[in-house]
């Protein structure tokens, strides 16, 4: 159940830490906070031989009102509802179960897996690698596996690759971001 809870709450944290209405201290309270409410919560809920059992039970869901549990976690750390609401996105649902986290930004977006016990170790992720080109404009982007490689103008590029790129600094690799820019660019 840890890692699970991590997962969900680590993504959740690193979209509020990109804020600069948030600072590093209150993410990381945050964070502590919502992994230990999280945990409370899934306690007598988790079964996994079953881990579908109990799956509405364990959703955290946001459509346009924040989650209880992410506002008690936000108002550990001093974070008021407006700057939440500005921060986090208005509709949001993630599904916290064994072995699987998945979200959902919006009603009729595609889901996205946070994590997957069965896959979780060789995944082939794409890796964004800023080079030092003569205008500073044009990003580099490489595969994981290294056998692609091209050079983008940052403002040619798509609002897509421009929000991977843009958090890409901020963000660690664990979370899937281009899954993640491809439901907020839907």
Partial sequence: MKLEVKSAVDFLSKILSASKNVTLEQS????????????TRYENHWFPEKPFKGSGYRCIRMNHDIDPLIKKAGESCGLDDNVMSNVLPKELTMWVD??????RIGENGSIGVLYDSESSS????????????????EKQVQSESGKETTNVNYFQ???????????SKELDSTLHLKQFAAFVYS
Avoid: H, M, R, W
């Avoid at 590029?157 to 958090?167: R, T, V």
């Fill in 28 to 39: 990381q309270i945050f964070n502590n906070t919502l992994y230990d409410l999280l945990c």
């Fill in 98 to 103: 064994p072995k699987e986290v998945c979200y």
């Fill in 122 to 137: 060789g995944t082939e992720q794409q890796q964004n690698v800023e080079s030092n080109s003569q205008n500073g404009n």
């Fill in 157 to 167: 590029s798509s609002c897509k690759n421009q929000f991977i790129n843009a958090l």
